[in-house]
């Protein structure tokens, strides 16, 4: 069984930060996604990664498949960026995203 | 392309109804996912179909709950005989192929906030 975990709970940071969120599991797994969820609650999806790492803007997502450990990073925050960051592997079976509980960032300006 | 279509985004029912949940996947995908997401909690898978078939149920409840994706029309996940603990927010979510292969192309929907009184 593949466990999720995430780390910090609870992010609070002033704009222009640096972020830093994250996520180690149990089991090896081939791929990691990390998750944006807004306030409003809709959920999409920022990385699916299998290697080394990604970036998308201000956002940079790096993986350690023999450390089994994910990190997300927020470059110059903003409050647009106050979310709820989950990141999530899949089963064993492989037919399905296991979650961790999720970081809520908040940024203030 | 309209992204993966829920509804009804809010649904209130009485405890003893039965509360339906709709979920068209995005054009071109064939594989999707329901999860729930109780108050304060994490997003936690529930089902996984393809067309006509359940490939993966280990996330639902035993009794009460279940779900279709038939050949036509959407997947529709069903609650009977509903009770307060099954508040919550149900996300479905598609993708063309499984979550576990190569690319980013897990898509969600808004999801349907249940409240049961």
């Known amino acids: 069984k593949n466990e999720v975990e995430q780390s910090p709970q609870n992010l609070t940071a002033q704009e222009g930060e640096f972020i830093t969120i994250n996520c180690s599991y149990s089991?090896?797994?081939?791929?990691l996604h990390w998750l944006q969820q807004h306030p409003g609650g809709g959920i999409v999806s920022l990385f699916m990664?299998?290697?080394g790492k990604k970036k998308h803007g201000r956002l940079i997502a790096t993986i350690n498949i023999q450390e089994k450990h994910s990190s997300l990073h927020i470059t110059a925050s903003h409050p647009r960026d106050s979310a709820v960051y989950i990141c999530a592997g899949p089963n064993q079976a492989g037919t399905a995203l296991i979650f961790g509980k999720g970081t809520t960032l908040s940024v203030s300006s | 392309n309209a992204g993966v279509m829920q509804n009804p985004r809010h649904l209130v029912r009485r405890r003893g109804q039965e509360a339906r949940l709709r979920c068209s996947p995005m054009?071109?995908?064939?594989?999707v996912y329901w999860y729930r997401q109780l108050p304060e909690e994490g997003l936690k898978f529930m089902v996984y179909l393809q067309k006509e078939n359940i490939i993966d149920e280990s996330g639902m409840p035993k009794e009460r709950f279940s779900a279709e994706f038939p050949k036509e029309g959407p997947s529709i996940l069903r609650i009977q005989q509903v009770v307060r603990g099954d508040s919550a927010a149900y996300f479905c979510?598609?993708?063309?192929?499984?979550?576990?292969?190569?690319?980013?192309?897990?898509?969600f929907g808004a999801g349907s906030r249940l409240t049961v009184l």
């Open positions: 979510a598609s993708s063309p192929i499984l979550p576990s292969a190569g690319a980013n192309v897990l898509t």
């Open positions: 054009k071109g995908h064939s594989h």
């Open positions: 089991v090896g797994i081939s791929a």
């Open positions: 990664l299998s290697s």
